[in-house]
């Protein structure tokens, strides 16, 4: 077999990005009732609230107990962390309370 000039393809091949239309799939203006979050779902409030509350405690201790002169750098990160996961938990109970209603 040849190999086709580039930008040509073979008689019966489809291109790269999906030229033919996969049966089910919705058309490119069509949109569903509920717009849904895609992928999977999120974790439980109260999980992300422990883990949350494990780097606060996490960056309380390197401040305390660490003796080294960049002791803030490990504190200042943990509990950077530590707030991001209990955002995340503030947007869980949000979202549900959203959903909800």
Known sequence: MTRPKKGKRPA??????????????RTAG???????QPGRRPP???LLLV???????AGIWALVSLTASWKLVPGIVFIGL???YL??????VARRADRGH
């Open 44 to 46: 439980s409030p109260g």
């Open 82 to 84: 530590g707030l991001l």
């Open 51 to 57: 883990v949350a509350l494990m780097w606060i405690a």
């Open 30 to 36: 069509a949109r569903p009732a509920t717009v849904g």
């Open 12 to 25: 019966g091949q489809p291109g790269r990005r999906g030229d033919q239309r996969r049966p089910g799939s």
């Open 87 to 92: 955002r995340g938990a503030a947007a869980t």
